[in-house]
Antibody, heavy 111, light 111 residues
Framework: EVQLVESGGGLVQPGGSLRLSCAAS????????MDWVRQAPGKGLECVSS???????YYADSVKGRFTISRDNAKNSLYLQMNSLRDEDTAMYYC?????WGQGTLVAVSS | VVMTQSPLSLPVTLGQPASISCRSS???????????FHWFQQRPGQSPRRLIY???KRESGVPDSFSGSGSGTDFTLNISRVEADDVGVYYC?????????FGQGTKVEIK
C-alpha cells in the first residue's frame, strides 16, 4: 500500500522559511514524477512544484525563485524548501503522485 | 494546459443525475496513444481522491453511479443518481502534458 506522509508545516511570519517533507512508502520517489500541490483556504488545487523521474523541475510562477523542490532517494522522501514566504502562500500543502495523496501539512503565513 | 470546468456550482436533488464538464486548452492525447485525463473528488476536510482515471476507468471502490467520458479536449463526469455522500468539490486534472494542471473545481451540493 502506498503512503505519503507530509510534515513540516506551521505558522511563520512573512519573509520566513519552512521546509516541508514527504515520506513515501510503497513506492520509490526516484521512479516517478512527484508533485507538491497546494490549496489555499476555500480555493482550488494548484501544482506549485514538480520533479520528474529524470530530474526535470517545474515551479509555478507564483513561487519561482523562492521555493526549491528536492528528493532524497536514500530516505525515499520529497522536500519543498520555502523561503521569503508571503501571506498568499498560506495553504494546505499536499505531496502527490498519480492517485496517491498525503493528508497534507498546513502552512500559515501571518504576522 | 488550462483546464476549464463548468458549472462551478451544482445544486442537485437527491436521486437525480448530475453532470460536470471539463475542457482543456489543447488535446490531451499523449504520443503513446493514451489520454491522461482524470477526475478527483474532494469531500469536506479530506484530501482529494481520484475517482476516474484515463477518461473513463473507475478506481477500485468507486460506485458505478460515477462515469467518465470524452476525448481530445472535451470531457464529462456523470453521476447517475446523486447521494448525500457525493457532496464535495470535483476537479478535473490532466497529466498528458507536464506539469499536471487542474480545473477550478465544481462544488456539488444537495438542494
Amino acid at each position: 500500500e502506498v503512503q505519503l506522509v507530509e510534515s513540516g508545516g506551521g505558522l511563520v511570519q512573512p519573509g520566513g522559511s519552512l521546509r516541508l517533507s514527504c515520506a513515501a512508502s510503497g513506492l520509490s520517489v526516484s521512479n516517478f514524477s512527484m508533485d507538491w500541490v497546494r490549496q489555499a483556504p476555500g480555493k482550488g488545487l494548484e501544482c506549485v512544484s514538480s520533479i520528474s523521474n529524470s530530474d526535470k523541475i517545474y515551479y509555478a510562477d507564483s513561487v519561482k525563485g523562492r521555493f526549491t523542490i528536492s528528493r532524497d532517494n536514500a530516505k525515499n522522501s520529497l522536500y519543498l524548501q520555502m523561503n521569503s514566504l508571503r501571506d498568499e502562500d498560506t495553504a494546505m500543502y499536499y505531496c502527490a503522485r498519480g492517485s496517491n495523496w498525503g493528508q497534507g501539512t498546513l502552512v500559515a503565513v501571518s504576522s | 494546459v488550462v483546464m476549464t470546468q463548468s458549472p462551478l456550482s451544482l445544486p442537485v436533488t437527491l436521486g437525480q443525475p448530475a453532470s460536470i464538464s471539463c475542457r482543456s486548452s489543447q488535446s490531451l492525447v499523449h504520443s503513446d496513444g493514451n489520454t491522461y485525463f482524470h477526475w478527483f473528488q474532494q469531500r469536506p476536510g479530506q484530501s482529494p481522491r481520484r475517482l476516474i482515471y484515463k477518461v473513463s476507468k473507475r478506481e477500485s471502490g468507486v460506485p458505478d453511479s460515477f462515469s467518465g467520458s470524452g476525448s481530445g479536449t472535451d470531457f464529462t463526469l456523470n453521476i447517475s443518481r446523486v447521494e448525500a455522500d457525493d457532496v464535495g468539490v470535483y476537479y478535473c486534472m490532466q497529466n498528458t502534458h507536464w506539469p499536471r494542471t487542474f480545473g477550478q473545481g465544481t462544488k456539488v451540493e444537495i438542494k
